[in-house]
């Protein structure tokens, strides 16, 4: 992974050029193209009929170059053969695909799909990771802390938790220390500030006071993660992220209500930087 911003800037020069060199190569490859209309209708027909054929993807398969974090496939709302697709470019590209929301239907597909590769599902995340076999698992030395209210949270906190993991770092969970009960939060955040955590992400929902409780005695950043997690006036996480939008605790920042991999992404690049730095 690289996390060097002269590097970085770098990449990112190349990529206009490459773009910008592109373009005449499009221009002409377009005006040679000119299809008769018998030609473009047969090509219509066939499209209709191969259903696979519309399918079309493109994953950022250079964004962990780039930016230091992977690319994710959202499962939930894709069909099992644009999951595959994504999933096959990515392997192809990074030796590692992550799928998140996959629906419980879809599993069995993928793994069939992906037997040659190593399939890990994790059930609590409602996620899957699709490895080749000579892939090795990335360590940046960063330390994040994925803490939950509830037990509630924990799918939420267990998808932070597995993206925080696989950009490389070591992760350490402290779940069902809500405010309900605080008294159990003081040992386990006394043992995580002790082994040198760099960054934490606290999953809440109903009230979702937590983050403030954790941002206010903690010396490190915070990422507060609302889940859906309430009913009536304010439930399904509105009420947790106004409350902790609105904190007066320095050093919170919020993601939206449910986003784990959002959140595991943020703690793990503060994490990975800090890391970076401690080598220097």
Same mark, same amino acid.
């Given at each position: 992974?690289?996390? %060097?911003?002269d590097?970085?800037? *770098?990449?990112? &020069?190349?990529?206009? /050029?490459?773009?910008?060199? /592109?373009?005449?190569?499009?221009?002409?490859?377009?005006? &040679?193209?000119?299809?008769?209309? @018998?030609?473009? /209708?047969?090509?219509?027909?066939?499209?209709?009929?191969?259903?696979?054929?519309? +399918?079309?993807?493109?994953?950022?398969?250079?964004?962990?170059?780039?930016?230091?974090?992977?690319?994710?496939?959202?499962?939930?709302t894709?069909?099992?053969?644009?999951?595959?697709?994504?999933?096959?470019?990515?392997?192809?590209?990074?030796?590692?695909?992550?799928?998140?929301?996959?629906?419980?239907?879809?599993?069995?597909?993928?793994?069939? @799909?992906? /037997?040659?590769?190593?399939?890990?599902?994790? *059930?609590?995340?409602?996620?899957?990771?699709?490895?080749?076999?000579?892939?090795?698992?990335?360590?940046? #030395?960063?330390?994040?802390?994925? +803490?939950?209210? #509830?037990?509630?949270?924990?799918?939420?906190?267990?998808?932070?938790?597995?993206?925080?993991?696989?950009?490389?770092?070591?992760?350490t969970?402290?779940?069902?220390? #809500?405010?309900?009960?605080?008294?159990?939060?003081? *040992?386990?955040?006394?043992?995580?500030?002790? &082994?040198?955590?760099?960054?934490?992400?606290?999953?809440? #929902?109903?009230?979702?006071?937590?983050?403030?409780?954790?941002?206010?005695?903690?010396?490190?950043?915070?990422?507060?993660?609302?889940?859906?997690?309430?009913?009536?006036?304010?439930?399904?996480?509105?009420?947790?992220?106004?409350?902790?939008?609105?904190?007066?605790?320095?050093?919170l920042?919020?993601?939206?209500?449910? &986003?784990?991999?959002?959140a595991?992404i943020?703690?793990?690049?503060?994490?990975?930087?800090?890391?970076q730095?401690?080598? %220097?």
């Open positions: 992974m690289n996390y %060097h911003s590097e970085q800037l *770098e990449l990112l &020069n190349l990529l206009f /050029q490459e773009e910008s060199s /592109q373009q005449p190569a499009r221009g002409n490859e377009q005006r &040679n193209r000119q299809p008769s209309h @018998a030609s473009g /209708q047969k090509s219509q027909d066939a499209r209709r009929n191969d259903a696979s054929s519309g +399918i079309e993807v493109r994953s950022d398969t250079g964004r962990e170059q780039r930016k230091g974090t992977p690319e994710v496939i959202f499962g939930e894709k069909e099992v053969a644009q999951i595959i697709a994504m999933a096959q470019e990515l392997l192809k590209e990074s030796g590692r695909a992550i799928v998140s929301r996959v629906r419980p239907e879809a599993i069995a597909p993928l793994q069939v @799909a992906f /037997q040659e590769y190593t399939v890990c599902v994790h *059930e609590s995340a409602r996620s899957m990771v699709i490895y080749k076999p000579d892939f090795v698992q990335p360590l940046s #030395g960063g330390h994040v802390g994925v +803490i939950s209210a #509830g037990t509630s949270d924990i799918p939420v906190a267990e998808e932070a938790a597995l993206i925080a993991s696989e950009m490389g770092c070591r992760v969970r402290i779940y069902d220390v #809500g405010v309900a009960g605080l008294h159990r939060l003081v *040992e386990p955040l006394r043992n995580l500030l002790s &082994n040198n955590v760099d960054a934490i992400v606290v999953a809440a #929902g109903m009230d979702g006071a937590l983050p403030s409780v954790v941002t206010g005695i903690v010396p490190v950043p915070v990422i507060g993660l609302p889940t859906s997690i309430g009913y009536g006036f304010g439930g399904k996480g509105i009420a947790a992220l106004l409350s902790m939008l609105q904190t007066c605790a320095p050093g920042s919020v993601v939206n209500i449910d &986003n784990g991999v959002g595991g943020t703690a793990a690049l503060i994490a990975n930087r800090v890391a730095a401690r080598e %220097h």
